[in-house]
C-alpha cells in the first residue's frame, strides 16, 4: 500500500508564500509523474503543477510565474512552492504520484488527502 502525505498548508496574506511537501510511503519501485491539483469551493479539481523524474515541468497559465514544482527523487517526495499568493489560490490541494511496486507492476496513481489553502485578501 502506497501513501501520500501532504504538509504545508495553511492561511497566509495575499501576496505571500507557502510551500507544500508530499512524501509518497509504501512499497514503490520508482515513482514517474508526480503533480499538485486544486479544487476550490463549488469548482472542478484543476491541474496546478507536474513534474516528470527527469524533472520536466508542466504548470497551468494561472500559475506560471509564481508556482514553482520540484521533487527529491531519494526522498520520492515532491514540493510545490507558492509565491505571490492570490485570493483566487485558495483551495485544497492534493498530490499525485503514477508509481510502480516492483519492476514488473502496471503503474498505478495514487492521491494525497488534500491539504487546505486559504489566501485573504
Known amino acids: 500500500q502506497v501513501q501520500l502525505v501532504e504538509s504545508g498548508g495553511g492561511l497566509v496574506q495575499a501576496g505571500g508564500s507557502l510551500r507544500l511537501s508530499c512524501a509518497a510511503s509504501?512499497?514503490?519501485?520508482?515513482?514517474?509523474?508526480m503533480g499538485w491539483y486544486r479544487q476550490a469551493p463549488g469548482k472542478q479539481l484543476e491541474l496546478v503543477a507536474t513534474?516528470?523524474?527527469?524533472?520536466?515541468?508542466n504548470y497551468a497559465d494561472s500559475v506560471k510565474g509564481r508556482f514553482a514544482i520540484s521533487r527529491d527523487n531519494a526522498k520520492n517526495t515532491v514540493f510545490l512552492q507558492m509565491n505571490s499568493l492570490k485570493p483566487e489560490d485558495t483551495a485544497v490541494y492534493y498530490c499525485?504520484?503514477?508509481?510502480?511496486?516492483?519492476?514488473?507492476?502496471?503503474?498505478?496513481?495514487?492521491w494525497g488527502q488534500g491539504t487546505q489553502v486559504t489566501v485573504s485578501s
Open positions: 499525485n504520484a503514477g508509481y510502480r511496486g516492483s519492476m514488473w507492476s502496471a503503474e498505478y496513481d495514487v
Open positions: 509504501g512499497r514503490i519501485f520508482s515513482i514517474n509523474g
Open positions: 513534474i516528470t523524474s527527469r524533472g520536466g515541468t
